[in-house]
């Protein structure tokens, strides 16, 4: 699981057994947590939830920015 950007106390990650999924796409963890449902997050047409995995609807939030930030960087 290579992590392609840590921030704050999020781990964006991704899988290579998703290497076969036609949309571009990334999963995104809590930094500090062994035990967790990471959320997922479509790229691709545009940025949209798929998962939202174990994180709050502030945490999901505080992700998008983040992805929206860094979304050159992550694609």
Same mark, same amino acid.
């Given at each position: 699981? *290579?992590?392609?950007?840590? $921030?704050?106390? $999020? !781990?964006?990650?991704? $899988?290579?057994?998703?290497?076969?999924?036609?949309? !571009?796409?990334?999963?995104?963890?809590?930094?500090? !947590?062994?035990?967790?449902? *990471?959320?997922? $997050?479509?790229?691709? *047409?545009?940025?949209?939830?798929?998962?939202?995995?174990?994180?709050?609807?502030?945490?999901?939030?505080? !992700?998008?920015?983040?992805?929206?930030?860094?979304?050159?960087?992550?694609?």
């Amino acid at each position: 699981m *290579p992590k392609i950007l840590i $921030f704050k106390n $999020f !781990v964006f990650i991704i $899988f290579s057994i998703d290497k076969f999924e036609k949309r !571009v796409h990334i999963h995104v963890a809590k930094k500090s !947590v062994r035990e967790f449902v *990471p959320a997922k $997050f479509w790229l691709e *047409p545009k940025i949209e939830l798929a998962k939202k995995g174990d994180f709050t609807t502030t945490e999901i939030n505080e !992700v998008e920015k983040l992805i929206l930030r860094f979304e050159k960087e992550l694609k």
